[in-house]
């Protein structure tokens, strides 16, 4: 019995080790999506592909419900991806490093250029063109890829810029979230809205009240999010929805309990999924595409750009001031990381664009550009000289 516990503790501790890590998400999509890439291209990528595509029998059809295994990750899962982001986003407004407009005024004003300056320079490479719509695209930062590769570097980078670049991250996921339900809904079905509205006086009026039964916000939640996916919006919204209606004390263990489901199940499976492309043999025909240099170029040059020319001038304007511990260099190198859009771009594209070819071009398009933000971002702040705690 006991060599049976050693052997369980030695398989067991250093997995547990590795789900602690703030590097082992970013770690796990990477791998997930090589893999995905790889057995895509492989004599069984037909097979793949349509597995994700493979369309299914709903015991009651006229509930109208995400029909296929693709739909029911990108429309169901991802709701819980956004609760976790809402909740994350909420804390930070009232408890966290957005608590106050001193605090939050920077990586507002930092994540304002992140998204004005990449859809600038997608929109001059597509405005008029069929692709115009994508300008949502490079707006977008993920914020486990960026944070992963952020803490690669160790000391040699301030916690300041890591909280920064969680804050400008989590403020840009706002933006993104805000992008999709303005302006990439459906046709709007209003009655459906209604009901979403009703639903969320009630959610808003539990939290007032201080309901103490939270399974009452879920059982709620689910109601929100059905309504929602009928009305034309995005189905996902709803998980921030509901993020905005649970009280304060429970969101650090609604966090906790969400947190490997969503970064070791959902959005593994979400890349799984949303990268199961077949490459072209030719892709001359992908490198000379508009939309792959407007979102190439919008993450690589214009969320470097546009955070640090936003940020500076705020500073020089004495609007507001670098964190403690933050050099221009690293504000710099920090914009760089923060190119990396991944999961958000990529479920922006699925959104953008209905046609397949032109999402598989954007989607190669996110996968180089984030990993080329994500290399030139380690490799200049690894080259910086100074190293704080």
């Known amino acids: 019995m006991a060599s049976r516990l050693r052997l369980k503790d030695r ?37 793949y592909v349509a597995f994700w595509q493979r369309e299914l029998t709903m015991p009651m059809p ?50 304002a250029g992140g998204m004005v300056v990449p859809a600038l320079i997608y929109t001059i490479w597509c405005g008029n063109t069929d692709y115009s719509s994508g300008w949502g695209i490079p707006m977008a930062t993920d914020i486990a890829f960026s944070l992963g590769i952020l803490s690669l570097l160790g000391n040699r980078v301030s916690i300041s810029v890591k909280i920064f670049l969680m804050a400008l991250a989590i403020i840009d996921d706002l933006g993104g979230i805000l992008t999709i339900a303005l302006f990439y809904a459906g046709n709007l079905q209003w009655n459906y809205l209604l009901y979403a509205g009703i639903i969320m006086a009630v959610l808003t009026s539990m939290n007032l009240l201080k309901v103490k039964r939270y399974y009452l916000y879920f059982a ?140 598989l071009i954007a989607k190669v398009a996110i996968i180089g550009a984030s990993s080329l933000a994500g290399i030139a971002g380690y490799i200049f702040l690894s080259m910086q000289k100074t190293k704080t705690v």
């Open 11 to 47: 398989i067991v501790s250093p997995i547990m080790e590795f789900i602690h890590d703030s590097r082992s998400v970013g770690i796990v999509l990477i791998c997930v999506t090589t893999i995905s890439l790889i057995v895509s291209n492989t004599q069984w990528g037909d097979v």
């Open 62 to 111: 006229e509930i109208h419900l995400p029909h296929s295994i693709l739909h029911i990750i990108n429309d169901a899962l991802m709701a819980l991806f956004f609760l976790l982001v809402g909740l994350e986003i909420k804390r930070e407004l009232l408890v966290g490093e957005l608590n106050s407009l001193k605090k939050s005024l920077l990586p507002v004003i930092g994540a």
């Open 220 to 359: 709620l939640g689910m109601l929100l999010w059905y309504c929602v996916y009928n009305s034309g919006v995005h189905a996902t919204i709803a998980g921030v929805l509901l993020a905005f209606t649970i009280p304060l004390h429970k969101i650090e263990e609604l966090e906790h309990s969400l947190h490997d489901p969503v970064n070791f199940i959902i959005l593994p499976l979400f890349a799984l999924a949303n990268t199961a492309i077949i490459l072209p043999a030719d892709f001359s025909s992908i490198y000379s595409s508009v939309v792959h240099h407007g979102i190439t170029m919008g993450l690589v040059v214009g969320k470097p750009l546009g955070i640090y020319l936003f940020s500076m001038t705020a500073v020089r304007l004495k609007i507001a001031n670098l964190p403690t511990g933050m050099k221009r260099p690293q504000l710099l190198g920090m914009g760089l990381i923060a190119g990396i859009g991944f999961t958000m771009s990529i479920f922006m594209a699925t959104l953008a664009f209905d046609d397949e070819e032109t999402q």
